[in-house]
């Protein structure tokens, strides 16, 4: 536990020097829990996500690095990977190599190029496998606008 608690001090550093490096993704640690983290990521562009903020939610394993963060939405997203009620994300990289930075910026490449041929969301996932990109984009972009954009006050 003592090797996890540096390697997440370590990259906590790293996210409080780089803050400004990826404006894409802003990692957000627990005050109280240094196991416990955030993420605001922005929607790619040229995406149905563009424009939107999403929110992920970490939770460290002691065994971190050895084992992976376990991570998932808490914005609603329309994705076939992401799991609509539970926010659950099926994502190749968590089972081998991570950062929390590398996690968040592998997020942002899948929801750039979902993986429809194994999906947690199964209604987004057949309207992709069905060749209906148009009915895809509709539907996440309406779940992006009802979500993820920041309501001006």
Known sequence: MQASRARLFKE???????????????LVCDDSNIFKWTA????????????????LAFAIP????????????????????VHFKTGEICLDILKNAWTLQ??????????AHPEPDSPLNCDSGNLLRSGDIRGYQSMARMYTRLAAIPKKG
């Open 40 to 55: 605001l990521i922005k929607g790619p562009s040229e995406t149905p996500y563009e424009g939107g903020v999403f929110q």
């Open 102 to 111: 590398s996690v968040c910026r592998a997020i942002i490449a899948l929801m």
């Open 62 to 81: 002691e065994q971190y690095p050895l084992l992976p963060p376990q991570v998932r939405f808490l914005t609603k997203i329309f994705h076939p990977n």
């Open 12 to 26: 906590y550093k790293e996210v409080l020097r780089e803050k400004s490096a990826d404006p894409d993704i802003q």
